[in-house]
Each structure stands twice: as C-alpha cells, then as structure tokens.
C-alpha cells in the first residue's frame, strides 16, 4: 500500500455524505476523551502539548470538510469541558489529530518500544480500547459471561454487545445502525466462510477459531479511518478495540482479520469480519 498526503487521499476518496454533521453525545465524549487523552499523554517524550494536534485539526477540518475549527475545540475536548455540542466532523478531526500525534510520537522514539512500529502502532489503539471499555462497562452496567460454556453464557454475551451498540448509536458514534451477528456467509482471501449462529457457539466450545461480522452504518470517524490508514499505516478502530477489549474479558482473543481496509466500503455499510478464539488469532 503506497502512503499518500491527506491531501491526496482526501481529493481520491472524498466523503460528501458526511458533509452534513451531527450531534455527538457528551457521555461518549467524556468516555473517549479520557481513554485517547490519557493513553497520548503517557506516550514516550509527550509533553502534552496541544499545539501540534490544533494544527492537525485546523488542517484535516480544511482539506476534508472545508471549514473552520472553533479556537476551543482541542483543549475542551482535551479537558473534557463540553460547554457546546462537538459535531461529528470536529471529532472526526479530533481523532485524526490525536491518533495521528500518537502514530507519529511512536514512530520517532521507535528505540524505545519492545515491538515493530506496526505492533505498538496497535497496542496503541488497544490500550485506548481497553480504557473505554472500563468506562462504558460501568456506565451500561454490562454483565458479562465469565466464559462461553453454553446458551446462556452466548445470551449474555449477544445482550452486553448490544447495549454497546446501542449506546453507540444513541450518542452518534454510528449515524445509522450497529450489528454484530454470528451467522455468516462471506468470501474472505479467496476462500468461503459459512457458519450458522448455533456452529459459532459450537467452534467456541471446541477451541477452534469462530467468526462474527461487525457492520456499522455512517461510523462517524470513516474519513478519518481512510485517511489514517493510508497516510499512517494504520486507523483508530474505536468501536471495534472495544468490542476486543470486551472479548477479552471473557477469556477470548478476537479482532478483525488482517485484509481490512476501510476504503472499500460504502459509508452505509462498513463491514469487518472477525476471528474469535481462546488462543492467538
């Protein structure tokens, strides 16, 4: 994959559906301040300056929605001081910002990590994942399986994954619906997999790797996702490193697999097949 300007893959891949923008909710705000906030500024050499995040916002709110940034955007995002609605187009720019610091601080004190840049690349958005996850759990009240032995346990699992959903929904992360189902029939590098929702809970039981489909209509941050990925190498996935995150507290390691590209879908239907397994996926 050959990396662009965001100027660049702004005019290749525009986005026009998102041009009219919405409320976020102040909950999911809140929530993801904190987990990105906090997870940027314990990077190596961050001194926690918002300058270079300001410039990032006033120039992806240029290039890809051409407007104008509010002077107080980053630090009320940053400070969690919501004293106006946040648009969808302003956190998309947030999360470009902040993750592209992120990507860039990793980058440059690469000495200084166990793993390639690739890898702390994610952990990077795992950590943010694991931390909004924490605080969503508390808010919704989740009760989570300890394992996935049986119905019931599954049961539990399809309820807390669509109270997620529909907190996401409600507080605008998805413009348009969440769906998480078990029961798929899809081509995937070449080859077809075919699972009913009662073969997924099944595999489960029988330690071998089962799959789920994750679809999202209008995520909010797909622009930013697209141009992250190809300028960076690599996108936020904030719903989907929660989602992980949540599999992981049951014992399971799950994520999407590795082909996924955001660009290839339309804003209406982004899907993301997933591995779910007890050992390494």
């Not at 690739?118 to 300890?146: A, S, Y």
Request: hydrophobic share 35%; glycine share 4%; charged share 30%.
């Amino acid at each position: 994959m050959s990396r662009k300007s965001l100027s660049q893959i702004a005019a290749e891949k525009p986005f026009p559906e998102y041009g009219d923008w919405w409320d976020i909710g102040q909950e999911f705000l809140s929530f993801i301040a904190e987990a990105i906030v906090s997870q940027w500024s314990k990077l190596h050499s961050n001194r926690g300056n918002l300058a270079g995040i300001r410039s990032y916002v006033t120039e992806y709110l240029r290039v890809v929605y051409h407007r104008e940034t509010i002077a107080s955007l980053v630090d009320d995002f940053a400070r969690r001081s919501f004293s106006r609605s946040i648009q969808s187009g302003e956190f998309d720019a947030l999360s470009y910002a902040f993750y592209r610091s992120a990507f860039d601080l990793i980058e440059r004190h690469g000495d200084v990590y166990t793993h390639s840049l690739e890898v702390e690349r994610r952990l990077f958005t795992q950590r943010v994942g694991t931390i909004f996850f924490r605080l969503l759990q508390d808010h919704l009240n989740l009760e989570l399986p300890t394992r996935l032995d049986d119905e019931r346990d599954f049961i539990r699992l399809k309820d807390s994954i669509r109270q997620l959903g529909a907190f996401l929904k409600e507080q605008g992360y998805l413009r348009d619906h969440f769906d998480f189902r078990y029961a798929i029939d899809v081509e995937c590098s070449g080859r077809r997999i075919a699972q009913s929702e009662a073969e997924f809970l099944e595999k489960i039981k029988r330690n071998e790797t089962a799959y789920a489909v994750y679809e999202m209509g209008y995520p909010v941050i797909l622009p930013s996702a697209v141009y992250l990925y190809h300028t960076i190498g690599e996108a936020q996935h904030h719903s989907s490193r929660t989602i992980e995150e949540l599999f992981e507290r049951i014992g399971y390691k799950a994520r999407e697999t590795d082909d996924f590209d955001p660009i290839d879908y339309p804003s209406d239907s982004v899907i993301e097949l997933w591995e779910i397994s007890e050992g390494d996926v």
